[in-house]
């Protein structure tokens, strides 16, 4: 989960002056999280195309955040991007809890997906250019710069 700094100070003061923007800032998640869902489309490993099919999105407003995400829902998602067993212990990758190899079979190396579309996203600053966009955008219907 990411901050932008100063975020908060800015939201209170677009709130005092009635400008509601988090629907706005719901939509500029909702963008990011579509590139991140567009890479991790790009950078699965396809079989049958299941998993590729079922990388989706979903951006909500909470009463106090806004959050979007990128998931998937089919079981084995987990053990394409971490690797299996010996070769999946093999390829280094920081594993969730739950995540366990099994020592004595030979499994399968990690083909991280979700990951790296993430960390792609996050290094080019995608969501806090896309929040940016929309804030403008939202401050110039009020007639600010």
């Not at 995400?69 to 999946?88: C, I, K, M, P, S």
């Not at 792609?120 to 007639?143: C, F, H, M, P, W």
């Amino acid at each position: 989960m990411s901050k932008i700094e100063g975020m908060d100070e800015l939201l209170i003061v677009l709130s005092s002056l009635g400008v509601d923007i988090k629907e706005p800032c719901r939509n500029a998640l909702e963008r990011s999280a579509k590139k991140i869902q567009k890479n991790a489309k790009m950078m699965a490993p396809v079989d049958k195309g299941q998993l590729r099919n079922s990388i989706k999105t979903d951006s909500k407003i909470n009463q106090d955040s806004i959050e979007a995400e990128v998931y998937t829902n089919v079981e084995h998602a987990a053990y394409v991007e971490f690797g299996t067993g010996q070769r999946g212990r093999e390829s280094n990758i920081d594993r969730p809890e739950g995540i366990n190899y099994k020592a004595d079979w030979k499994g399968q190396s990690a083909q991280p997906y979700m990951t790296p579309a993430y960390l792609y996203a996050k290094n080019n600053g995608d969501v806090e250019q896309e929040i940016t966009k929309s804030l403008q955008e939202e401050i110039r219907k009020y007639g600010g710069k």
